[in-house]
């Protein structure tokens, strides 16, 4: 079995794959102040409350664009569950070809979720993440990555908005019935959710427009994807697994034969 892990600003999740089968996942808060000792033993815990037995875990892969959490959970892996991860970075097989100035620069989370939605879906896609920020990430027909836009998050905005006014109170982020609010909570999830439905169909016309791709499929994952397309009129593809299909994906390719 496979351990899949994703280390983002936000949270960090992980997956058990058994072959191509996605058979447990998990959810944990990111922090770059617990030890190797307190990753390692509460992952192993996981285990325990589960019906997966740790021993059967052969390999593990990560993905982070956290750098300060990467020693105290590759230790902790090492120490409490036998594992020596593959770490998604520069020089690992994606199958992807970044056409960027340094494609260092990329992101290891938006990798994965090309790598994902290309090989899943195809091309041409433009992949849709809204995590901590918001990313918008286009690979043609050949593999080619062409352009990634970066947005604050939808969460982000919410808490910018608090924090910068005395008397806003922090709100659920959850898209009113209708724009017609009439206290300031509604006004408040009005303004965020239907300013970013309107941030996400501008940017995908606008790409479609200036790179002449009509056909463009959308592909959107997040927790808060199904806010912004409650109905499915905006995005072809919902996947809140990408990046963990998109790390199993990645680990067949680069795996120890």
């Known amino acids: 079995m496979l351990l899949v892990i994703d280390v983002g600003n936000t949270n960090i999740v992980l997956g058990v794959y058994d072959g191509e089968e996605l058979v447990a996942h998990w959810r944990m808060s990111t922090s770059d102040n617990q030890t190797a000792d307190e990753i390692g033993i509460f992952i192993h815990s996981l285990f325990d409350h589960s019906d997966i037995d740790i021993n059967e875990i052969d390999d593990a892969i990560i993905a982070s664009v956290v750098p300060t959490v990467m020693y105290s959970l590759t230790h902790g892996l090492r120490k409490y569950l036998k594992l020596e991860p593959i770490i998604v970075e520069a020089g690992i097989k994606t199958g992807i070809n970044l056409l960027m100035e340094n494609p ?18 195809g091309g041409p896609a433009i992949v849709i993440d809204y995590s901590t920020a918001t990313t ?21 905005c919410a808490d910018a908005l608090y924090n910068s006014a005395a008397q806003l109170p922090k ?7 209708s724009l017609h609010v009439k206290n300031t909570i509604g006004s408040i999830q009005a303004g965020i959710v239907y300013g970013h439905i309107g941030e996400t169909v501008y940017i995908i016309d606008a790409i479609k427009k200036e790179f002449n791709l009509p056909n463009l499929k959308v592909v959107a994952t997040g927790g808060l994807a199904g806010i912004i397309d409650e109905t499915g009129e905006i995005f072809d593809v919902r996947d809140p697994l990408l990046t963990l299909k998109g790390l199993r994906i990645i680990y067949e390719k680069n795996r120890k034969k």
């Open 136 to 156: 918008f990430d286009v690979i043609l027909e050949n593999g080619q990555f062409i352009t990634g836009l970066t947005a604050p998050g939808i969460q982000v």
């Open 171 to 177: 709100t659920e982020i959850k898209k009113p019935e």
């Open 104 to 121: 260092k620069e990329m992101g290891a989370d938006r990798i994965v979720n090309l790598v994902a939605a290309y090989t899943l879906y």
